[in-house]
């Protein structure tokens, strides 16, 4: 069965803090997509980054980096310098690669609420 | 390029009422899905639309729940009667062709059931 934990339910830092959020998968699959969502308090789900099994290579983009890493079946994301427009619930997600033509059903975690202080 | 869009954003019903909620997706995206977000968790599937074919539903409660999606364009969400357990915010999101394309959520259509 496919799973997404997120271990922290709530994180507060002080603007220009580093932070992590956390997220552990299981699944069966050799091939499969991790995601990450952010949901602002507007209430709609915002695309973060897509990443496939097969491409462990870290990325960055901005404040924002993603490690993936395999052996551990995580795939934690990093804030630099956090600001408070950073305040949001973060959403990790999974997904099957066996839908043929199009994405396979999301599963999500349950999300990490980021509050971030001036 | 619009996003997607969902009326209304929000109802409030009491219990055994009928309510529906309509999206839009973006426009070229074939593929259409309905979550349902409970307060505190992650969005669940509902129902997942390839063109106007319902290719996933195995997730929707079909005593009360039926959707529709005519011409491959536009859904519609009901349930009918409503129970206080249906009170979640739903999300609609639609995803253009390809093997992984991300999905663009809608902003959600609250649902209080009193």
């Known amino acids: 069965a496919q799973k997404v934990t997120q271990a922290q339910t709530e994180i507060s830092v002080v603007e220009k803090e580093d932070v992590t959020l956390d997220c552990v998968y299981e699944t069966r699959d050799t091939t499969y997509y991790l995601f990450w969502y952010k949901q602002p308090p507007s209430g709609e789900l915002v695309f973060l980054i897509r990443?496939?099994?097969?491409?462990?290579q870290n990325e960055i983009s901005g404040r924002y980096s993603w490690n993936f890493q395999k052996s551990t079946s995580s795939f934690n994301f990093t804030i630099t310098a956090s600001q408070v427009v950073d305040s949001a619930v973060y959403f990790c997600a999974l997904s099957e690669a066996r839908y043929g033509g199009s994405q396979g059903n999301l599963i999500f975690g349950k999300g990490t609420k980021l509050s971030v202080k001036p | 390029e619009a996003g997607v869009v969902q009326s209304p954003r929000y109802k409030i019903i009491e219990k055994k009422q009928p309510v529906a909620f309509w999206c839009n997706p973006i426009s070229g995206h074939n593929t259409l899905y309905w979550y349902r977000q409970n307060l505190g968790q992650g969005p669940e599937l509902l129902i997942r639309y390839e063109n106007e074919e319902a290719v996933d539903d195995s997730q929707l409660p079909k005593d009360r729940f039926s959707a529709e999606r005519l011409k491959g364009v536009d859904s519609t969400l009901k349930i009918q009667p409503a129970e206080l357990g249906d009170s979640a915010v739903y999300l609609c999101?639609?995803?253009?062709?390809?093997?992984?394309?991300?999905?663009?959520f809608g902003n959600g259509t609250r649902l209080t059931v009193t």
């Open positions: 999101a639609s995803s253009s062709p390809g093997y992984n394309s991300p999905l663009h």
């Open positions: 990443r496939n099994s097969f491409d462990e």
